[in-house]
């Protein structure tokens, strides 16, 4: 969209700590015992910016800050029979800072969810309006990363409004305004700014499209399941393994399932949106008993034809941004690559569809 | 290189034999063991569980040093009762594998006699993180440099139960486990001081259960956490429910834990529960006297009220 410029890190980080973070809540990533986090920005030691851009990618996704794992929705007091209710669905004006393009790119598939035009969540597009993202070029990415065979460019700012490349060697950091959005919050800090000459933004492009990602060439370009695939012997045998933990999907940057969940405390409670996981056994268990994914089998089948298929038939796009997450954390392995695998190896031994 | 130091190829050749013999005698009717994930570009080897029913994929499994999961837990997915034969299953048992399967044995959740336990002796299984720190290609690394944290101070290397053992037995160190060196030094900080770390590592919680699925402590058939009527605790994360959840998993497994690490290793935040259960194991061993904290046994301290039981805050 625009040129490349370059700041100065000193005086952004001044801008964000300061000014910035008295009209925002500004939510930067920080490494907690070896986890990297977001966190509300509130008494950064000096040189924050600098650590924060070179961490690697947060364990929680970064979007899952504007669909937060508990999230108010009504206030109740009173009772038994007469209750006062207050609405407690709140958006607060948000810059989430160091934001990977895979997960900036999983908001874009969140909007298909939760802001499309017949099907409005108030409160998410409230949210997603209040929000500036500011991504950060991928310089290190984790072995497990394939986002590139998911049609995501670790440097992208396509999906960010502001996105930094910490590359070394500059003078300065390098920025790029990707909204307008993005302008006007770059205006509204009044930094010193320069701009760079078109080679060394080529220059810059050129480092981060340079980087590997071996997984992504194995990984290739999968395609979606067909509504058949219901059907295929391979679910029984690769959900074996599966231990019916909700990880997989509480780190995924694409699953958004929750449920409604009221907590009362005597006379008052909170009824909050709350994640749910479609591979806890429950999750689909009726008021009345019944279970329609009694098993395992169920389950993971339900996992994988949700992100393969049945967001491709609706929306047309397949549900994973290629971050890694499962890859790397599954306890047990199963995970969006080796499963990829085994349904493409089962695909062409039974002579079905291509993936 | 780093490949050969995770497998034993010879006891793999051994491992098969005897499930093939075990499958085609009818002695058993699957087999729990491991097999190697698909090798991808730049990622750790890893083997993973896997369920053998017929004698010709025997080829399939291995044994090595990134077995991570225990498999005695799958146990419980398989159908009983009846004339249910899944149950007369085959499976791998290293020292830790076996203290859980007593775990499950005592709490009449498997029954000895429907197991087939092929015994080995382990020296350790290798950490993830330590190994992804050298591999691929670190031409000097040390097999001690990459162990587990769990394993460097396990006691229990040998199997405690099993119907054969597959290799000769492994000589037992003392456990260093029992010094527990970081129960101690949060035992020393001030209540205000621990409740600030505890929350800080519950916070970072997203309750995804991990650790309590992998736990062979954790074995009831309908757990708390999943009961809504009464409701112990909702999906709710406020930081007092956090706690409750954190109470409920801990108090649960007091004094049935069997040191295994599993939820540790699972964890995706990076969240030490272990401790909680070391610090369990600690009082266990001061107040009862019991010099192995994490063995089985028919009567557990916490299990039965005797007369002279310390009673400090009673
Ligand atoms: S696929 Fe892995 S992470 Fe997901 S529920 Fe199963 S064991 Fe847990
Ligand atoms: S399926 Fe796995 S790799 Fe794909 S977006 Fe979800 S967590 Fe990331
Ligand atoms: S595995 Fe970790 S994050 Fe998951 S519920 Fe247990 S302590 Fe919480």
Not at chain 1, 297 to 325: A, D, N, P, W
Request: proline share 6%; charged share 25%.
């Amino acid at each position: 969209m625009s040129a490349t410029i370059t700041v100065d890190l000193e005086e952004l980080e001044t801008q964000l700590a300061g000014d910035v973070s008295r009209r925002f809540d500004v939510y930067v990533p920080v490494d907690e015992n070896g986890a990297v986090v977001f966190r509300r920005l509130t008494t950064p030691a000096s040189g924050w910016l600098k650590r924060s851009v070179s961490l690697t990618r947060s364990v929680l996704p970064a979007n899952k800050l504007l669909t937060p794992q508990t999230d108010p929705v009504l206030r109740f007091q009173g009772g038994p029979t007469d209750y006062e209710v207050s609405d407690a669905a709140a958006s607060t004006d948000l810059v989430i800072l160091g934001v990977k393009p895979c997960d900036a790119r999983a908001l874009k598939l969140l909007d298909k969810v939760f802001a499309d035009e017949s099907d409005i969540d108030q409160v998410y597009v409230e949210r997603r309006q209040k929000t500036v993202l500011i991504g950060v070029a991928c310089e290190k990415p984790e072995p497990t990363c394939f986002c590139k065979a998911m049609g995501v460019s670790p440097w992208s700012s396509d999906d960010c409004d502001l996105m930094i490349y910490p590359m070394q060697g500059l003078e300065g950091l390098a920025l790029k305004c990707s909204s307008d959005k993005g302008q006007a919050f770059l205006a509204g800090m009044h930094l010193t700014i320069r701009e760079l000459p078109a080679e060394t933004s080529e220059e810059i492009e050129a480092h981060y499209r340079a980087i590997p990602q071996p997984l992504s060439e194995f990984v290739g370009h999968p395609e979606a399941l067909s509504l058949d695939s219901f059907e295929l012997p391979i679910w029984g045998r690769i959900s074996e393994r599966c231990l019916s933990c909700g990880l997989c999907t509480y780190l995924c940057p694409t699953c958004y399932c929750f449920a409604v969940v009221d907590k009362s405390l005597g006379e008052r409670g909170l009824r909050a949106r709350c994640w749910d996981s479609c591979m806890f056994p429950d999750f689909l268990k009726m008021a009345g008993g019944h279970n329609p994914r009694p098993t395992k089998k169920e389950r993971v089948r339900q996992r994988f034809m949700h992100k393969l298929c049945y967001t491709h038939e609706r929306y047309g796009q397949i549900f994973c941004v290629g971050c890694g997450r499962c890859v790397e954390k599954c306890p047990v392995g199963l995970h969006f690559v080796d499963v990829l695998s085994q349904l493409r190896r089962e695909l062409a031994g039974g002579g079905g569809d291509g993936l | 290189m780093i490949a050969a130091l995770l497998e034993d190829k010879h006891l793999e050749e051994l491992l098969r034999a005897r499930v093939r013999q075990l499958l085609e005698s009818g002695q058993i009717s699957l087999f729990l063991g491991y097999e190697r994930q698909e090798s991808l570009p730049g990622i750790l080897p890893s083997s993973v569980p896997c369920i053998i029913r017929d004698p010709s994929d025997v080829a399939r499994l291995v044994f090595d040093r990134v077995c991570h999961r225990s498999l005695v837990k799958y146990l419980l997915d398989l159908p009983t009762g009846g004339d249910s034969k899944e149950r007369r299953a085959g499976l791998v048992v290293r020292g830790c594998d076996s203290l859980a399967l007593q775990r499950l044995i005592q709490d009449h959740r498997v029954s000895r006699e429907e197991v087939y336990l092929l015994g080995i002796p382990c020296t350790g299984m290798v950490d993830k993180r330590k190994l992804s720190k050298v591999y691929p290609q670190s031409p000097s690394v040390s097999l001690e440099s990459i162990l587990d944290d769990t394993c460097l101070g396990c006691d229990t290397h040998n199997p405690v139960i099993y119907d054969e053992l597959l290799c000769e037995k492994v000589s037992e160190a003392p456990s260093s486990v029992v010094d527990f060196v970081q129960v101690r030094r949060l035992e020393a900080l001030s209540p205000d001081e621990r409740y600030k770390v505890w929350e800080a590592e519950f916070s970072r919680c997203i309750r995804c259960f991990a650790c309590r699925n992998v736990c062979p402590a954790c074995d009831c058939r309908q757990c708390t956490l999943e009961s809504n009527d009464p409701g112990w605790i909702t999906k709710h994360t406020s930081i007092s429910e956090q706690f409750m959840f954190h109470f409920i998993r801990a108090f649960h497994v007091a004094g049935r834990c069997v040191g295994c690490g599993e939820c540790e290793r699972v964890c995706p935040m990076g969240i030490n529960i272990g401790e909680l259960n070391r610090k369990f194991m600690k009082d266990i061993r001061e107040l009862f006297g019991r010099d192995n904290p994490k063995m089985p046994r028919d009567v557990e301290p916490l299990g039965k009220f005797n007369p002279d039981d310390p009673e400090e805050f009673l």
